[in-house]
């Protein structure tokens, strides 16, 4: 798996998430399988928001779709987040 974070800040979180919500099916189209969203306790104009694929090449083709570009200006993401790629090495509860 591949894990797809964004980190930015947005105008306003109701509006942004009312878009993120309406854009949701295309998620699925666009290769990715689970989604969390988390927000700064603090502030909450500040995400971090983290898409998983199966490919990276899958990743990258959704950052650099144009699309994409439109729907966060639509959302009100305030500025070019900042966007990295990783992968699991390990995940463990206590």
């Known amino acids: 798996m591949v894990y797809l974070f964004i980190n930015g800040n947005v105008k306003d979180f109701d509006m942004w998430h009312k878009v993120f919500i309406k ?5 699925k189209e666009m290769g990715v399988t689970v ?17 998983e694929f199966l490919l990276k090449e899958d990743a990258i083709k959704y950052v650099n779709n144009a699309e994409m570009k439109e729907v966060r200006k639509q959302a009100g993401v305030l500025a070019t987040p ?3 790629y990783t992968e699991m ?3 463990e509860r206590w």
């Open 35 to 51: 989604t969390s969203i988390y927000r700064e306790i603090d502030n909450h104009q500040s995400l971090t928001v983290v898409h």
């Open 89 to 91: 090495l390990s995940s």
């Open 23 to 27: 854009f949701k099916p295309r998620l």
């Open 82 to 84: 900042k966007i990295w």
